[in-house]
């Protein structure tokens, strides 16, 4: 490569970095992008995009044994384990070419390497140990992502201790498993692998599965996820694993009470930790925070002039679209755009592919009283909902929190079918600042799963109609 | 159809501005890009540039007109092929301008049957200010008057951290007369002022009246509240700069050096390092609470023709020498040439003033409210000092720290002094 200096260079092409290198180049600066493994990350190679493949299949599987209830038949119904893992990878396949294709079309440079700072506006890039490159630039951002936390006794093992790597990658199903952890990662291998005759306990440390959700929707997707076969232990830690040719037995710890659980695999998703090793920050001056993730600003600026951080690695909430979201922040800062606004963190959804699913945005109800507000709280269940029912869906709800003093929209939480596909809905309302008035008088189209948004708000104003 | 020019907002939150000068008249051919009019709004003249092409038809807003509305028609530009004649029909779908404007407003306003409605998206009466629903109940119930607050969303939609941040400022009150705590305020503090009727005048020698800039009626506002409203209190302290001195040499004889340190730069980053040590002076004084800022956003002083202007460095603490010398020469340049926008001078949690250069020992300054605080610097020189015992020759400044007692006590203002005066006189921590 003859030339090596850049307007700006990324490091790592996950959600984060490689659309903040597509809007770097749209926005006329000369662009690298320098990735060791995959263009699209572990979103979209090992997270996201794969599971929710392998998730489609265990869907249809369970459409499929309850095809009676619906008047069809379907008679031997089977699964190939293979072939839905080769569907999975082909979905990853096609979606990383595709990144290809777009970095390509907005002339980003990709260079395949693993980047590493030296200060003073240089990155080394090393390709089997050894530095090929040395780029320049006054801007460089650093998108290296995050990779599974391990505890000490509950190390992975690729083996019989799987962390998602494994589990996205099984050659049959174990017939008994120990999920350690309810995060959206635990909870939705639990559910792909109880769909298709696993026998699946989950172990929650906290007190509530899936600890960032409102209790009241935990609490019910859990009861759901339990009518279908799946166990739950909350408040209960995993201490240690003994492993032996014929299984694990994991020793967990409930409340000060011990007991023992023996299972074929164990799959941690206990959190992740940020890459931030060997990238040379230290080179560079580059601080982390006191969680060890990098330190930004609300422009994703790092302690080092020239050197920003956007995504996991530049800390929580560890999440695809907040990547993506930094890395336009970031980049159209760099470019002196007009307009540019810190990420607001508040008005980030998050969304849990179990079955029922889990989607939320903003305060749950505990975190708006614990702030002192007097809210108003609308809740509507999916059973009062003509397009559920004709689905039959009958399972779940929709809860709403509002500031009683200004009608502000606090927090919305959703359990059910397709509120994945709902929650954005209340994410432009909140981020356009509209109050429970607007939203009343918001027209809902008939007969949608939607409508049940409308009737939450209406009921925590005691005004809902079809409950 | 004639093309119509609006007067343009030429930030998010103008609400209006005077039309200081046309660059073009009637008849004359313009093309895309050249300027044909000058703006001035609070702080800045800006150049209006033509976006279309063609013959000015008719200017609407005479030069010198105060106080024109953004969006309001203020001239009309024939498209090629379209003569005088085109303009007849072209007053009638004008807006109605505002009652600023003296001559051709009332065709407009007389006019009943507008045939189509105005370009601009504005309502009749021309004052729809963006803002979310949010914003509109919480300024509602607080009290406020929605257009009185500068918006900072998109397009300066105002949103509910604005009315929020005028809250507490103890800004953008409802100016209805029901505002009664408001109003004796006002009337007291306008019986201070003196207008040119007054007797006193007819006694004094012949003068000539420059009328005031809005630079220097917004400079007479802000200073005049914050002398009356804010108890000031001043400390004073005497800082060694020799060391400082001998690291800027070096500094800036670095090869390759493609930044100029001034004492004032080492003094800026000095002042805000301190100011994130000592937080409790980076702080404003409102009515129910004392905020306290994140970061510290510093404003310099700078002269400029007819007036003062504040430009800021935004979270100066966490930038590099070399950044804050090129962005302050980069401010300090053009806010002489009057082209900051407002974003670039609006703000600040802390001022630096510094009057050197004039050779001025030490001075107290008038805070730049809502900050808590303004710091005076005076000329650095060599004076005699005590050193172990023995008379010995130093570089020395007198900084002068002028806070608002409301937020700021006497102990607290000491600590940032006495953490200052560490940095400056041991200036290699600067660039840890």
Sequence with gaps: MSDTTFDIIVVGAGPGGYVGAIRAAQLGLKTALVEANHLGGICLNWGCIPTKALLRSAEIYEHMKHAASFGLGAKDISFDIAKIVQRSRGVSKQLSGGVGHLLKKNKVTVIDGYGKLLGGGKLAVEKDGKVFTTLNSKHIIMATGARAKSFPGLEPDGKQVWTYMEALVPTEVPKSMLVIGSGAIGIEFANFFHTFGADVTVVEAVDQIMPFEDTEISQFAQKTMEKRGMKFMTGTKVTKLDKAKDGVTATLDKGGKTETLKVDKVITAVGVVPNVENIGLDAAGVKLDDRGFIAIDGYCKTSADGVYAIGDVAGAPCLAHKASHEAIICVEKIAGQKGVHPLDKSLIPGCTYCQPQVASVGLTERGAKEKGYKIKVGRFPFMGNGKAIALGEPEGMIKTIFDEKTGELLGAHMVGAEVTELIQGFGVAKTLETTEEDLMHTVFPHPTLSEMMHESVLDAYGKAIHF | ?432
């Design chain 2, 1 to 432: 159809m004639p093309i119509q020019i609006l007067m343009p907002a030429l930030s998010p939150t103008m609400e209006e501005g005077n039309l200081a000068k046309w660059c073009v008249k009637e008849g004359d051919t313009v093309e895309s890009g050249d300027v044909i009019a000058e703006i001035e709004t609070d702080k800045a003249t800006m150049e209006v540039e033509a976006v279309d092409e063609g013959t000015i038809g008719k200017i609407l807003v005479a030069e010198g007109t105060e106080g024109v509305k953004v969006n309001e028609l203020i001239a009309l530009l024939l498209e090629e092929g379209e003569d005088e004649s085109a303009l007849e029909g072209a007053d009638t779908a004008a807006p109605a301008p505002a009652p600023a404007v003296k001559e051709e407003a009332p065709a407009a306003t007389s006019s009943a049957s507008a045939t189509s409605s105005p370009a601009a998206p504005v309502s009749d009466s021309g004052d729809r200010v963006f803002s979310s629903p949010l914003a509109r109940r919480i300024a509602a119930q607080e009290g406020l008057d929605i257009k009185a607050i500068t918006g900072s969303g998109p397009r300066g939609r105002v949103v509910k951290r604005d009315v929020e941040a005028a809250k507490a400022a103890g800004t953008g009150k409802a100016s209805a007369p029901a505002a009664d705590k408001a109003a004796p305020k006002a009337a007291a503090a306008e019986s201070k002022t003196i207008s040119q009727d007054d007797p006193i005048f007819k006694l004094l020698p012949e003068f000539e009246a420059v009328p005031n800039s809005n630079m220097r009626k917004t400079i007479a506002k802000r200073l005049t509240e914050s002398a009356r409203d804010i108890p000031h209190f001043n400390l004073q302290v005497d800082v060694e700069i020799d060391k400082l001195m001998a690291l800027r040499k070096e500094l800036n004889g670095r090869d390759g050096a493609d930044y100029k340190i001034s004492v004032n730069d080492f003094l800026v980053k000095a002042t805000s390092l301190a100011l994130t040590r000592v937080p409790d002076c980076n702080v404003a004084f409102t009515d129910d609470a004392i905020l306290k800022f994140k970061q510290v956003d510093m404003a310099i002083a700078v002269a400029v023709d007819g007036g003062l202007i504040t430009p800021i460095i935004k979270d100066a603490a966490s930038k590099g020498l070399a950044t804050l010398a090129n962005e302050a020469k980069d401010l300090a340049l053009r806010a002489r040439e009057g082209k900051l926008s407002p974003e670039e001078y609006q703000g600040g949690t802390f001022t630096i003033s510094n009057l050197g250069m004039f050779g001025i020992k030490s001075f107290n300054s008038i805070i730049n409210p809502p900050q808590g605080g303004i710091l005076s610097i005076g000329a650095g020189e060599q004076r005699p000092v005590v050193k172990d015992g023995a008379l010995a020759v130093a570089t020395v400044v007198t900084l002068t720290l002028a806070v608002d007692h409301r937020c700021i006590d006497g102990a607290t203002g000491a600590a940032f002094i006495k953490e200052l005066k560490g940095l400056i006189e041991d200036p290699i921590a600067l660039m840890l």
